[in-house]
T-cell receptor
Framework: GESVGLHLPTLSVQEGDNSIINCAYS??????FIWYKQESGKGPQFIID?????DKRQGQRVTVLLNKTVKHLSLQIAATQPGDSAVYFC???????????FGTGTRLTIIP | ETGVTQTPRHLVMGMTNKKSLKCEQH?????MYWYKQSAKKPLELMFV???????ENNSVPSRFSPECPNSSHLFLHLHTLQPEDSALYLC?????????????FGQGTRLTVV
C-alpha cells in the first residue's frame, strides 16, 4: 500500500533559527498534502496544505515545498519560537476520498 | 479550544467492560470522524459520518461501534476490547464530506485497556 514517511523522528532547533521538517511520500497520484502540528495532550492542528499542481506555498512563518520529482514534501518554520515545539506530521489525500494517509511524525524541540 | 470537545480525556477499562467515548462539536459542521492514534504509528481513520449517516468504515473490528444521533454529537461505543486497542482516539469534524482538509480535531481520549 501507499505510505507517507518522515526522514527524522526528532529535531532540535535553537530558538530563533529556522527549521525544516521533511516528508517522503509514495503515491504520485495524491491531489494534495497537508502539514499538521500536534502539541502534547492536544489533537492535531492544521498548519498548511498544498495542492499537487503547486511547488510552494507560504503561510505565516511557514512555507511548504513540494518536489514531485522525488516525491518529497518539506515544512519550513522561520524564526522558531518555544511554542513551535510539537510533533509535526504530513498527510496526503485525494479529492473525493475522505481517507488521508498520515506520516508518523517528527518531534520538533525548540531550545531556548 | 477548537470547538470539538471529547470526553472523557482519559479512560482505563478492562477487557470485559463496556464504555463509550463522546464527541461534541459546536462549529455547525456536517461531517464527523473517528481516528485512532497509536504510539509510533500514523493516524488511522476509523469512521466517517455525514449528516448522521455513516459513509465510511475502514475495516474496524465490531468491538468498536459508532453512533451519530445528530450532526453535533458522535459516540464510539467500546466492548470487549483488547490491550492493543490502547491508543489516543481522536474525533474531528469538518464543514462537509470532501472537506477533510478543513477538519478540526478534538483533544482526544487516551484509552488504556488492561
Amino acid at each position: 500500500g501507499e505510505s507517507v514517511g518522515l526522514h527524522l523522528p526528532t529535531l532540535s532547533v535553537q530558538e530563533g533559527d529556522n527549521s525544516i521538517i521533511n516528508c517522503a511520500y509514495s503515491n504520485s497520484a495524491s491531489d494534495y498534502f497537508i502539514w499538521y502540528k500536534q502539541e502534547s495532550g492536544k489533537g492535531p492542528q492544521f498548519i498548511i496544505d498544498i495542492r499537487s499542481n503547486m511547488d510552494k506555498r507560504q503561510g505565516q512563518r511557514v512555507t511548504v515545498l513540494l518536489n514531485k520529482t522525488v516525491k518529497h514534501l518539506s515544512l519550513q518554520i522561520a524564526a522558531t519560537q518555544p511554542g513551535d515545539s510539537a510533533v509535526y506530521f504530513c498527510a496526503e489525500g485525494n479529492f473525493g476520498n475522505e481517507k488521508l494517509t498520515f506520516g508518523t511524525g517528527t518531534r520538533l524541540t525548540i531550545i531556548p | 479550544e477548537t470547538g470539538v470537545t471529547q470526553t472523557p480525556r482519559h479512560l482505563v477499562m478492562g477487557m470485559t467492560n463496556k464504555k463509550s467515548l463522546k464527541c461534541e462539536q459546536h462549529l455547525g459542521h456536517n461531517a464527523m470522524y473517528w481516528y485512532k492514534q497509536s504510539a509510533k504509528k500514523p493516524l488511522e481513520l476509523m469512521f466517517v459520518y455525514s449528516l448522521e449517516e455513516r459513509v465510511e468504515n475502514n475495516s474496524v473490528p465490531s468491538r468498536f461501534s459508532p453512533e451519530c444521533p445528530n450532526s453535533s454529537h458522535l459516540f464510539l461505543h467500546l466492548h470487549t476490547l483488547q490491550p492493543e486497542d490502547s491508543a489516543l482516539y481522536l474525533c474531528a469534524s469538518s464543514p462537509s464530506i470532501g472537506r477533510s482538509t478543513e477538519a478540526f480535531f478534538g483533544q482526544g481520549t487516551r484509552l488504556t485497556v488492561v
